[in-house]
């Protein structure tokens, strides 16, 4: 049987010691079929999803450059989310996302070309 397919039964009953070797970091990198830079950004990805905190985006943001990802990369997952979450919430995230690559788009907006 496909490991995956016991990976997903287990999660779906909430197998307990699953969910914590998930829930491990060390077992996250161990075990990810995506490359370190794939995975930082889906990381991302799902904090603009759930409308984390602004911490949350400065260390998926951290992540994401320590993996090789540049600004333009970080910014192209926020523009790819959209149509799964729609655009009130990635207009919601971005402010965040610039504070977390080191820009405060509100100063910027003054100059924004339309």
């Known amino acids: 049987m496909?490991?995956?397919?016991e990976h997903l039964r287990r999660l779906t009953?909430?197998?307990d010691a699953l969910v914590e070797e998930v829930l491990s970091a060390e077992t996250v990198r161990r075990a990810s079929a995506l490359d370190e830079k794939t995975a930082a950004l889906v990381?991302?990805?799902?904090?603009i999803a759930v409308d984390a905190a602004p911490s949350?985006?400065?260390h998926a943001v951290a992540?994401?450059?320590?993996?090789g990802a540049t600004n333009?990369?970080?910014?192209?997952?926020?523009?790819?989310?959209?149509p799964v979450t729609g655009a009130a919430r990635v207009v919601l995230c971005a402010p965040?996302?610039?504070?977390?690559l080191g820009y405060d788009v509100e100063e910027g907006l003054g100059t924004l070309d339309t």
Do not use: C, N, P, W
């Open 2 to 5: 496909d490991d995956y397919k």
């Open 13 to 15: 009953v909430h197998d």
């Open 43 to 47: 990381r991302l990805a799902a904090a």
């Open 56 to 58: 949350s985006f400065q």
């Open 63 to 67: 992540l994401a450059h320590a993996a």
């Open 72 to 82: 333009g990369e970080i910014v192209a997952t926020l523009e790819a989310v959209t």
């Open 96 to 100: 965040k996302l610039a504070l977390a």
